[in-house]
Nanobody
């Protein structure tokens, strides 16, 4: 499975961005997908996740502001980010958990929120 993120960029505080993650290859083996982020000097953290059945969970820091969704027909996952804050600045990574028990990562996309 290969993952390619897009949609990052520079936005002012309070603005919105939508990230996309397109999956290709053996997408039938994907059980769940998620978005992680890593800010400079910090550990990578889970932002949101979604199962193949559509169940979702979010980090407390983004609840009510971010929405994760998935279009199984297009093999694409999205992260709608609203009310962005400077502390949301990070590289955002797409991740897929596979039926084999392994996982795979995208290359990351930079999100920068200016104050």
């Amino acid at each position: 499975v290969q993952l390619v993120e897009s949609g990052g960029g520079l936005v002012q505080a309070g603005g919105s961005l939508r990230l996309s993650c397109a999956a290709s290859g053996s997408t039938f083996s994907i059980n769940a997908m998620g978005w992680y982020r890593q800010a400079p000097g910090k550990l990578r953290e889970l932002v949101a996740a979604i199962t193949i059945g559509g169940s979702t969970n979010y980090a407390d820091s983004v609840k009510g502001r971010f929405t994760i969704s998935r279009d199984n027909a297009k093999n694409t996952m999205y992260l709608q980010m609203n009310s962005l804050k400077p502390e949301d600045t990070a590289v955002y990574y797409c991740n897929a958990w596979l039926a084999t028990g392994s996982d795979t990562w995208g290359q990351g996309t930079q999100v920068t929120v200016s104050s």
